[in-house]
């Protein structure tokens, strides 16, 4: 180990090549020269990285030492500025807000609590205050330091330095719960003690409502059966002291809902409802089908407040149910697979107990709101089964119920014209053995049949027009061995199916004969045998024409009718075996409708009422 003699003339004669190796030594060298001694890194760095490796080696070194010494001051002064941030004049000036009550409830009135306080050295002259509301607040009435306003735009005259003032906002919101209310508060003034100086302050305030003066409740059935129909009542009421504005009400239905009905109306999935008086209430009965679900679901609703195209959310309802499975499995069947009008259509349906408790006075029918079927459907009780009187788990059988298909509906009551398919639905109304009282009920799947194509034709003679206009020759009433012609018409309309292969064929007496003159709604004419005295009219195809907008298929040919003496006194037959056959192309069936002889007797014809018998 060196001596402390050594180690200090090393000290004293360090250069950046001749370093002493001693703390002691390089404590002397850096006491004597501190400049050596801290730009020896830069050296070696310098050396290291730089030296003959680049043509302008010091040159780049020294524009890289002063991009680093830039660096270092650009982030010294940021730090500084975070740390001690230079406060503008307005920044002096302090704004809080507060609320009451300390809830916010949105439909209620609160009163908002704005504070200034000048922490400025200087006098605040011909301060003004002006308050930004949110959409739609309510605005109720202004007081500055305990002194009513009128204007939105306060005049607050000098604020003293370090003085406190108070601005009272009485009023009601109208917002989303759980969202944000926004006031903005803008104070200008003139300060300055040399010259004015024009200032401005703006702060902006947020509350958040936590609750809503309308109130839902829903009631639902004390126990729901999955696979059955249910009716729910809503209770919206306006508990607060303010009328509301429209209301509207989405509801998210659970899984398996169908909506069948509600006293309201229901557009893009929501209820809307028109203004709601200040503590009135309403309700809304909706009713639908809960299909097999599991054994728990959520009926959510969603209210809000709406001003135009604006929707404030409220508190939202939810209400869980528990489900009990379908006690009652049913099986429909259409015996001929498609319905028909004017016959009655006979509904297998079978039926089994797939539950745990012991069914009471089951009840099985069918429903239907299509105008085609006779009072809405049928039903049968134990008195036509006595099995269904009491059922225990596993229990099954098949019924038969006869409903009867009207032949015509007035159009008003369809909601379509063509290629209708009635929808049914077996139903199940039975008590279970833990609880008598209430009967409960069970829906079986929808089940859509076709409806073959009803068909109104009509077959009628004629003398003259229902204006009045001749159109039939000879004498009336009809005389022995003259001729009196008459003309027939033979129509079709009503159909809600296209039918092919049109035919409608009509036979002549022997005294009676075809004139040749026609008229069609179609291109083809009527086609006569004088072998067989048939008379026909063929048309390839008729589309639906039950539609109010559709036209009348129709046809009408002249004949002539020379009674002979054994007729008199009577009304001949002018045409007889009237009747149309096609193809229903929607269900595939055939069909057909017949007509009466058509004679001349004729009441509803100006000219020929009562001028009918032979003569």
């Not at 959520?298 to 409220?314: E, L, N, R, V, W």
């Not at 039926?351 to 089951?362: A, C, P, Q, R, S």
């Not at 179609?522 to 048309?539: A, F, L």
């Not at 024409?545 to 020379?562: M, R």
């Amino acid at each position: 180990m060196s001596s402390p003699e050594t180690e200090t003339k090393h000290g004293l004669t360090c250069d950046s090549i001749q370093r002493p190796h001693s703390i002691f030594g390089r404590a002397v060298c850096l006491s004597l020269h501190p400049g050596r001694m801290i730009l020896f890194p830069l050296r070696e760095w310098f050396k290291r990285r730089y030296q003959g490796k680049y043509k302008y080696d010091r040159i780049i070194f020294s524009f890289d030492l002063i991009l680093v010494g830039v660096i270092i001051t650009l982030t010294s002064l940021s730090g500084y500025f975070f740390l001690f941030p230079h406060k503008n004049f307005e920044d002096k000036i302090s704004f809080t807000a507060t609320v009451a009550p300390h809830e916010i409830v949105t439909g209620a009135p609160s009163t908002l609590v704005i504070q200034y306080h000048n922490g400025t050295k200087e006098i605040l002259r011909h301060a003004k205050l002006n308050i930004a509301f949110p959409d739609h607040f309510l605005l109720q009435d202004v007081s500055v330091n305990s002194t009513n306003v009128t204007e939105h735009n306060i005049d607050l005259g000098d604020i003293a330095v370090g003085a406190t003032g108070d601005v009272h906002v009485k009023g009601v919101m109208f917002g989303d719960v759980g969202g944000k209310q926004t006031f903005e508060s803008s104070m200008t003034f003139v300060h300055g003690t040399k010259t004015d100086t024009f200032g401005s302050k703006v702060s902006a305030h947020e509350f958040s409502p936590v609750h809503s003066t309308l109130q839902l409740t829903l009631t639902l059935p004390d126990r729901i059966i999955a696979s059955q129909p249910i009716e729910g009542i809503i209770r919206y009421k306006n508990t607060g002291t303010i009328d509301f504005p429209e209301i509207r009400i989405e509801p998210e239905w659970p899984k398996g809902f169908t909506l069948s009905k509600a006293s309201a109306s229901f557009v893009n999935n929501t209820f809307a409802f028109p203004r709601i008086k200040a503590g009135t209430e309403g309700i809304l009965t909706f009713n639908g089908f809960l299909g097999d679900v599991p054994d728990q679901v959520d009926f959510i609703f969603h209210p809000s407040f709406t001003f135009g195209k604006d929707h404030y959310k409220q508190e939202t309802l939810t209400q869980s149910v528990p489900v009990l499975p379908a006690q009652i499995k049913l099986d429909e069947r259409i015996e001929t697979n498609t319905f028909k009008p004017g016959t009655d259509a006979t509904v297998i349906v079978h039926y089994k107990h797939v539950g745990t408790e012991t069914l009471h006075d089951l009840e099985i029918g069918i429903v239907s709101d299509n105008p085609f079927i006779t009072s809405g459907g049928k039903t049968v009780t134990a008195k036509e089964y006595p099995a269904l009187k009491l059922l225990k788990p596993g229990d099954e059988g098949d019924i038969h119920l006869v409903i009867p298909i009207r032949s015509t509906v007035p159009q008003n009551t369809l909601r379509s014209f063509s290629e209708i398919q009635i929808h049914t639905q077996t139903i199940a109304r039975y008590t279970m053995e833990s609880n008598l009282k209430q009967r409960l009920t069970t829906n079986g799947e929808d089940v859509a049949t076709k409806l073959i194509t009803p068909i109104n034709f009509e077959s009628f003679a004629r003398y003259a027009t229902p204006s009045g206009d001749q159109i039939g020759r000879g004498p009336l009433p009809p005389r022995v061995d003259q001729k009196t012609s008459y003309w027939i018409f033979w129509n079709v309309d009503g159909t809600t199916n296209t039918i092919d292969h049109v035919a409608i064929e009509g036979v002549l007496p022997d005294n009676v004969a075809f004139t040749g003159r026609e008229t069609s709604s179609e291109d083809g004419g009527v086609s006569y045998d004088p072998d067989t005295h048939k008379i026909h009219w063929d048309t390839s195809s008729i589309p639906p024409t039950l539609d109010p907008a559709s036209k009348i298929f129709s046809v009408a040919f002249e004949v002539v009718v020379t009674p002979n003496s054994s007729q008199i006194g009577t009304n001949p037959v002018l045409i007889k075996e009237i009747h149309l056959t096609g193809n229903d192309t929607f269900t595939g069936a055939f069909v057909s409708a017949s007509a009466s002889n058509i004679t001349t007797k004729l009441p509803t014809d100006s000219m020929a009422k009562g001028k009918s018998a032979v003569k």
